[in-house]
């Protein structure tokens, strides 16, 4: 039996009838209109909230233990660290997340606007349209289907489904009841998801611009430094405006509604959402710092993260303060101890956020489990435990019961914060250590610890306690839901459909406190402007602005846009921030093979290709990386954390086929102490070779030069002759014979890899020219 | 053309034109969060709490 099913149950329509009313909507009198709310779609939200966490928890569990324990993806490719990882970080995001964020915005919705929603064909498309999606993801991820950008990973079939559900049902839909509310004040919760909503999908449009080449691959229109730009302006306001607006929105609601008083401070809440969603999405570029971005754009990004820090405790302090007054009742009840906790976790994690965005915290941070602590401390902290608090606050609500077992949510609580704190802890613990292993020198000048491969190991212990923090908050969640099936079990046969009633809202025009909004101006000038300046300056157009619902859209899509213009406009406008170099190259035909390879596999989950100008990554790993040896990266392939070696320069340092064909096969056999998962399946799948041509003449759609190189067939034999030859190198050093391995998979790969780097050696072709200005 | 304006700009401007928009723009928001009426701020605080979902005894 679904959950959405109530037994006999009914759903009653609005229906208008005449009547005096002197309800609180912003209207004096008026026909009463009755209606209903459909808490059954809230239903559903909810408890694919529940379940999709499990499912993120479960797969984060097992790549954290793949980190200690390599040979636990089974030796089959599905289960790979590098496929599993964007499966855990999708399913965190927009199953989870996702789902508890519709959750609440069904709930919170209607009660606030005093209306049913929209459309219920909408709400339930949206519902299935949303889980179809992640399926999707779950299928098209260990598959090797991905654009290897983080959290929009997402082949463009399914971006483009994203688009329609997103915009489509959910926009649609809640714009659809903004328009149709009973309540003229838009209360704050709102505006924080009008917010999410229209960021999300500009920002989704945007990052997911693609040329496909057949139904699951897809090339960015834009490459190297641009496409980093436009990834982390996505990833950073991913976290923005999916993971910070509409849970801020979700605490306005229901942190008053559980602590039954009111929100501290209206007037911070106003402050708090126009500087949060102004400032926010300028501070992107501070995931690129000393990389190949010019500097003006990460320093941009470091200052509005620095100022970000303003109004995100403003948020935290009005949460907190909510509860003033209340705290005797946080001992007493679940749901508040998880706000409490997920509030104070949000003002940690928007402390440290800014923090790292420093540039000298972020040379040691950035590539290292430093960031994976913040994000979980948010992830965790922050988003888990407000979900599992609206949760247990919904869930006698909506099924109309007691909670099953309140002892089992303390319980909850309790082994879920314990298991943040471990996670964490060991994080910063093992972030730390790697980042100063990494620059440490001995007194002759070397690297304290050349070989790469130190620094992981000595994190293995730090790997562990992080694993039994994680199983520890999966333990919460399967808790929460065997509380919410047992609490669903207890529902009433027939669900009771509460019918409310509410005026409608009549247009400013004709209402009656209509002359009251209109503001008139005090001063007895005779110029214009003056009138209109005091006008303004009662403040009236704001509070007019509150109550209307697509203007207010409008506002915030200038504020958001501004940010990313600015930041974005110049980046692809002036050539000087991406100075060509005449040596670098397109990729050939078979290197283009084996870029899609590594793509597929994840590799940019564990390995970055971008060396910092720091003295310590020059001398580990050769000349920093410069903007024009990206031009031909569609995607870039820079990465962001590195569990393994940086390969910027992997084919200077390592041309060795024979090495890697080896190191593919089992890397315990080259190295002992990597952690790096076996391969064997690139050693027996073979190349795709139908595939060559139609890639490199997508590429050339792109802008790539590839000449002549376009032409049936000319692509292939290049192809073909490159593998030859790196077969033949590899079986002369001792390898298998050159028959048995030219035509696999791990031959493209390699020839990737060696080709990493080379060209700032190479002498540029005749006739190649560079500019830098 | 635009390539020739944005090229003769002096980027590194951008950040004090970025802290420019967003003072302006703060200061608007702020004073009209300041000077708006105690009693309207109350009544939009209290929204959430006009309604109520009772939560029914366990089996009713």
């Known amino acids: ?773 | 053309m635009l390539s020739d304006v944005f090229r003769d700009l002096d980027l590194s401007v951008f950040p004090t034109v970025g802290m420019i928009f967003f003072i302006v723009a703060f200061v608007a928001i702020s004073w009209r969060a300041l000077r708006c009426p105690r009693s309207d701020m109350h009544d939009a605080a209290s929204l959430p709490l006009h309604d109520s979902d009772p939560i029914r005894p366990k089996g009713d």
């Open chain 1, 1 to 773: 039996m679904s959950i959405d099913a109530a037994a006999g149950g009914t759903t009653h329509q609005a229906r208008s009838e005449s009547a005096e009313s002197t309800g609180g909507s912003g209207t004096t009198q008026g026909p009463l209109e009755q209606f209903t709310y459909d808490d059954g779609i809230v239903r559903m939200f909810a408890f694919a909230t529940v379940l999709w966490a499990l499912v993120a928890f479960l797969v984060g569990l097992l790549i954290a233990l793949q980190l200690a324990f390599p040979q636990l993806n089974l030796g089959l490719e599905y289960t790979s660290f590098g496929r599993l990882r964007p499966l855990h970080t999708n399913a965190a995001i927009f199953a989870f997340a996702g789902n508890a964020i519709f959750a609440a915005v069904y709930y919170s919705t209607q009660r606030l606007c005093k209306a049913r929603m929209f459309s219920d064909t909408l709400s339930r498309l949206h519902f299935w349209g949303w889980q179809f999606i992640i399926v999707c993801a779950a299928l098209t991820l260990p598959l090797g289907f991905t654009q290897a950008k983080e959290y929009a990973e997402l082949e463009w079939p399914i971006d483009i489904l994203i688009a329609i559900v997103w915009v489509g049902f959910f926009g649609v839909n809640f714009f659809g009841t903004l328009v149709r509310r009973r309540e003229r004040h838009m209360y704050v919760a709102l505006w924080f998801y009008i917010a999410t909503i229209v960021t999300v999908a500009m920002l989704h449009v945007f990052n997911s611009l693609v040329i496909p080449m057949g139904l699951f691959k897809s090339y960015p229109i834009y490459a190297g430094v641009q496409d980093a730009l436009i990834q982390w302006w996505y990833g950073h306001n991913a976290v923005a405006f999916f993971l910070t607006t509409p849970f801020l929105g979700l605490m306005y609601y229901f942190l008053p509604k559980a602590a039954e008083r009111p929100v501290f401070s209206y007037r911070l809440s106003i402050i708090h959402f126009w500087s949060l969603v102004f400032i926010y999405i300028w501070a992107g570029p501070h995931h690129l710092h000393y990389t190949a971005l010019a500097s003006w754009a990460s320093t941009l990004g470091m200052l509005f993260s620095v100022m970000l820090w303003m109004p995100s405790w403003g948020g935290m302090i009005n949460g907190l303060l909510t509860l003033r007054g209340a705290w005797h009742k946080v001992t007493q009840d679940p749901v508040l101890k998880f706000f409490v906790v997920g509030v104070t976790f949000y003002g940690m994690s928007t402390f440290e956020g800014p923090m790292l965005s420093v540039k000298l915290v972020n040379s040691l941070s950035h590539y290292t489990d430093w960031t994976i602590a913040h994000v979980h401390a948010g992830a965790l902290g922050w988003n888990g435990f407000m979900a599992f608090g609206m949760i247990y606050w919904l869930l006698p609500r909506l099924f109309q019961t007691q909670l099953w077992s309140k002892k089992l949510a303390e319980w909850h609580f309790w082994i879920g914060t314990i298991g943040i704190l471990l996670y964490i802890l060991s994080m910063y613990a093992a972030g730390i250590t790697q980042g100063l292993m990494w620059r440490a020198f001995d007194a002759q000048g070397n690297l304290a610890f050349p070989d790469f491969v130190e620094t992981v190991t000595k994190l293995f212990p730090f790997y562990l306690i992080r694993a039994t923090g994680g199983g520890l908050f999966l333990l919460g969640g399967l808790l929460c839901m065997l509380n919410f099936v047992m609490t669903w079990a207890n529902r009433p046969k027939t669900y009771e459909q509460e019918v409310h009633s509410a005026p409608p809202l009549r247009p400013v025009a004709v209402a009656a406190d209509a002359d009251a909004q209109t503001p008139h101006s005090r001063l007895h000038a005779n110029t214009k402007f003056g009138h209109e300046g005091d006008k303004f300056l009662q403040g009236t157009w704001h509070r007019r602005l509150e109550g209307k619902p697509i203007k207010f859209m409008i506002w915030v899509l200038i504020a958001v846009a501004i940010g990313g213009l600015v930041e974005a406009v110049p980046m692809f406008l002036v050539r000087s921030n991406v100075p060509t170099i005449a040596s670098v190259q397109p990729y050939t035909p078979l290197e283009l093979a084996g870029r899609d390879i590594y793509i597929a596999e994840g590799c940019y989950n564990c390995h970055s290709q971008m060396i910092r100008p720091i003295f310590a990554e020059v001398k580990r790993y050769g000349d920093y990386s410069k903007p024009g040896e990206f031009v031909y990266d569609h995607p870039f392939q820079w990465g962001s954390r590195r569990i393994g070696p940086d390969l910027a320069r992997e084919g200077m340092s390592n041309p060795n086929a024979l090495w890697h064909y080896n190191h593919f096969r089992n890397p315990r056999d080259v190295n002992e102490d990597s952690v790096m998962p076996a391969y064997p399946w690139l050693l027996s799948d073979e190349i795709d070779w139908s595939k060559i041509e139609q890639r490199v003449q997508t590429m050339a759609m792109l802008g790539v030069p590839y000449g002549d190189m376009v032409e049936p067939g000319v692509a292939e034999e290049d192809a073909r002759l490159q593998a030859t030859a790196i077969a033949a190198e590899i079986a002369n050093a001792g390898g298998p014979p050159i028959d048995e391995i030219r035509e696999k998979k791990v031959i493209a790969l390699i020839a990737y890899i060696k080709r990493l780097g080379v060209d700032l050696t190479k002498t540029p072709p005749e006739g190649a020219t560079a500019h830098a200005e």
